[in-house]
Structures are given as structure tokens and as C-alpha cells.
């Protein structure tokens, strides 16, 4: 899957998020200091959460590249009786939803846009186990770099469906430029200052695959097929 792109998707968007990336760190420094040493209080080791996500499309092989993104912790290791991790909405306390809340949890990701995984701006990058049930249509996302903001997130965030969100990304892609770019970055910053707790309570979301189940759009055999295939992923990019 390929498409094409302009002269600042190109040349110049790679430039600005290193730019921006640099500045963010050095600027904000002490804040990631200050929010890694009180979830080292609060939660415990390790400080830093990561997770395999589907990144840009290799135009080589038409697969997404993977890539661990960063993000400070914000759910504990409580288990039950049998050692089994307990669902998300009981390891998220109130200090973990503060960090949702105010999106504090991403700041890590600006080193996934320094490293060249992901840019400032850009569809979010989903799980694996979303993006196998994903069809090659909504899969043109990954045509781009995934961001710490896009469309999807100046127009609801969490509080719209899944097919809402790819409806925006989709929208991006046809239109990336520097102008857009901005745009959303300026309506970023304010939702972050102006966001509401309604919608910090909307961070645990169901998986693409479990909606899709759900609605019957998907049946249980497929389901567990692909499932499966996304472990296999995983699997696959921690061998190498």
C-alpha cells in the first residue's frame, strides 16, 4: 500500500518533529523528572510502560513496522487470588488517571518522535491486536506516521467510535500538510488545558476486534484466528 506525498510530508515534517522533540525535552526536562519519580512512589518499577504498536508501512514488504512506544505507567500490578492480572479499571487509581487525564502519560512518546518512529502529529498508533482486524482500506493510516495527535483526538478522542476515529485518520492522509499540521496542534493544546474528567473516564476502551465481535461484524472462529495472529506478531518483533 502505497501513497503519494508531498514536498513537507517528505522533507520537511521528519525535520520539524525533530526540532520540536528536542526543544520538548530540554525545555520540559524537569517535568519528566518530577512525573517519573512520583510513579516510582506511588506504582513502583518499572517507570516506564511500553508496548509493541504498528508503525509507517514498509513499502517493501506492505507490513507495518513495529515499534515499542513509551509512555510513564499509570496502572498498578494488582492480581488476584490466583496471580492473574485484575482488569484495567482496577489497576487505574486516581493518581494513574490523572496522568491520563492530562495526557502527562504520553510525554514519553517524544522519544518515539526523536528515535523516527512516530511524528508529532499523526494518526494514533493502535494495539496489534487492533490493527489484525483492521481492512486494507482503513489500513492506509499506516501510510503515515503514527502521531502523538491527530484529527481523531481534536474531535472527540475516546468519546467517538472506532469507526469515527478511522474516518478521521483516513481524512488526514488525503490532506497532510503544514498548515493542517498546526491546526491540530494549536487544538491540541487546548484540549489538553481544557479537558474533562468525562473523558479521562473514557481512556479503557474495547478493543476493535471485541466491538467487532460484539456487533456481530466478525465471527468468533475469525475472531480467534486473528487473535492469534496478532500474538504471533508480538511474538515475532521481541525475536528479532
Known sequence: MQRKRGIYEK?????LDIICSLLTIIVFGWLYIIIAILVRV?????????????GLIDPKTGRERIFDMYKFRTMTDR??????????????GKFGKALRGSSMDELLEIFNILKGDMSIIGPRPQLIRDMVFMSKEVRMRHTVKPGLSGLAQINGRNAVTWEQKFKWDLE????????????ILLKT??????????????????????????????????YDELQLQAKELIAEYQRS
Do not use: C, W
Not at 489538553?192 to 472462529?221: C, I, N, P, R, W
Open 172 to 183: 488526514y492522509i488525503e490532506k497532510v500538510s503544514f498548515l493542517e499540521d498546526f491546526k
Open 11 to 15: 522533507y520537511i515534517k521528519r525535520l
Open 189 to 222: 493544546v487546548r484540549k489538553v488545558f481544557g479537558h474533562s474528567e468525562s473523558e479521562a473516564e473514557l481512556d479503557v476502551t474495547d478493543d476493535y476486534g471485541d466491538v467487532l465481535l460484539k456487533a456481530g461484524m466478525v465471527s468468533q472462529a475469525r
Open 79 to 92: 492480581r488476584d487470588e490466583n496471580g492473574n492480572l485484575l482488569p484495567d479499571k482496577l489497576r487505574l
Open 42 to 54: 506511588k506504582m513502583g518499577s518499572p517507570v516506564v510502560f511500553k508496548q509493541p504498536r504498528p
